[in-house]
């Protein structure tokens, strides 16, 4: 009765090592849950303080993309396999337009395009996990 | 120091040539542990964004089983800037998730010159290294004597010193 679950470099400190460990649980959330109980903080690294799936990393179940399972509800059975990989992104936008965005706020509201908001949320949210 | 084959450099930078204006991304693979670059993986940028990359997570996921099996890890994990400097931006350095990786950045800015800078960045601190470009060909622990008027083995980009 185990899942198998695939420790990426960045997260092995909290496993001992470790690059696959065993966990339990119906559904990823739940699976978190029981991983913390023993690996304690690796669920802070990968859920966020509002209780959602991080940006920065991708977690699969088998060949699946949970997001597209329904991230932290998506459903597991015995026997799956849980991959975690660090997400590999950033590009040059953190460089100038958040430097503008710190000084016009106005200039938010004109920025329509919806991946151009999120990249500025993801970019504060990373200053503080910088730190 | 990142040391690297020249025809890997020349396939990164014809990669981002190619996809300029939009960023490009991608990695060079090599045997786990020998920090030494040696099977290039261009990538799609799932972002198609002038300012942004981020990998398919499809394709991120098939790509990084295939290094396991092979017993290769990411060793250069590199990106455009298309209008800026090879310089990682806040958003990289909150992104930079592989600790053992060179974060090689290119800009593709200047259309006729080569901008390649190499960093490492751990828990959010980047440290810029030096790249080696390794002549195909050339035996770089060989010891080399040239006369005058000879090319070089090796090109060394030195850090800028930020």
């Given amino acids: 009765m185990a899942i198998e679950v695939r420790i990426p470099t960045i997260l092995r400190s909290y496993t001992g090592g470790a690059k696959v460990v065993e966990g339990t649980g119906d559904t990823l959330s739940d699976l978190l849950a029981d991983l913390d109980s023993r690996h304690g903080g690796l669920r802070g690294r990968l859920v966020t303080e509002t209780g959602t799936l991080h940006r920065f990393v991708n977690v699969y179940v088998n060949d699946e993309d949970v997001r597209f399972l329904g991230a932290l509800d998506a459903k597991l059975s015995d026997g799956d396999s849980v991959t975690i990989l660090p997400a590999v992104a950033g590009g040059a936008f953190g460089f100038a337009a958040a430097a503008a965005i710190s000084q016009h706020s106005a200039a938010v509201a004109a920025i329509s395009q919806h991946a151009v908001a999120a990249v500025a949320r993801d970019d504060r949210r990373g200053a503080v996990a910088a730190r | ?162």
């Fill in chain 2, 1 to 162: 120091m990142l040391s690297i084959d020249r025809s890997i450099i020349d396939a990164i930078v014809a990669h981002a040539r190619r996809d300029h204006p939009d960023e490009a991304c991608g990695v060079v693979a090599g045997p786990v542990g020998s920090d030494t670059p040696t099977r290039h993986i261009p990538m799609d940028n799932a972002a198609r964004s002038m300012t942004f990359y981020e990998f398919d997570s499809m394709e991120h996921l098939r790509v990084w089983r295939e290094m396991d099996d092979r017993d290769e890890e990411p060793v250069v994990i590199y990106h455009s800037h298309t209008a800026t400097e090879a310089y990682p931006s806040r958003t990289d350095v909150s992104f930079a998730g592989e600790p053992g990786a060179h974060y090689l950045l290119v800009s593709t800015r200047e259309p006729d010159s080569e901008e390649i800078r190499s960093f490492r960045i751990v828990d959010g601190v980047v440290a810029e290294e030096p790249v080696q470009v390794v002549e195909a060909g050339v035996d770089p622990h060989a010891v080399q004597s040239y006369m005058f008027g000879q090319s070089p083995a090796t090109v060394d980009y030195e850090c800028s010193g930020r």
